[in-house]
């Protein structure tokens, strides 16, 4: 009988030492990443003397988030800010290119309570589309397009958790920005970041 009751309190201990452990990873967390963007640049079938190109190599990367976990799901809202891009056409023409986002991310943790977890992300959001063109000797400008379009991402990473609390993430991140002029603008991303849980 002692044995049984031995066994039993072990069993209710460990049951508590473990919800404990899950509660302390659940509430709200704020979160910062920097990595690396680049967009392309994909001209739509029909637009004559055009073909799909990048518009610019890897630019800087940064984002805020503010969200919520709870055991094996976190939702967020992020605002990601992408460096200019700036490009000579020609001897005297040339363009600049930036993008920014406002994003509400879903993720999908597959093993929250170890101490390496996969994960797989989703987002709905806008971006800020900005393409100028000008002549650099005048620094007169010949286009200034702006817009504002519909953006979804889907993207992947790893999560490694120092404490209960704190996280490191790495990841990688595909956006559809929507068509922009003649194009459809997307943009692939690799980031890294910390999170904390409050």
Known sequence: ????????????????????????????????????????????????????????????????????????????????????????????FKYSFKSRSGMLNGYFDMAPFSWISPYVSAGIGFTKLEYKDFDFLSGESYRND?????????????????????NVDAGYRYYDMGSFGHADVTAHEIYGGVRYVF
């Open 1 to 92: 009988m002692r044995k049984l009751l031995l066994s039993a309190s072990a069993v209710v201990l460990g049951l508590t030492v473990a919800s404990a452990a899950m509660a302390d990873c659940n509430g709200f967390y704020v979160a910062g990443r920097g990595g690396v963007a680049k967009h392309d640049y994909d001209f739509k079938k029909g637009v004559a003397g055009f073909s799909s190109k990048g518009i610019d190599k890897n630019k800087l990367m940064l984002s805020g988030a503010l969200g919520y976990r709870y055991d094996y799901f976190r939702g967020e809202i992020e605002y990601v800010w992408r460096d200019k891009s700036r490009k000579n056409q020609d001897d005297v």
């Open 146 to 166: 702006k817009t504002t379009r519909f953006t979804w991402s889907l993207g992947g990473g790893l999560t490694v958790k120092v404490t209960s609390r704190f």
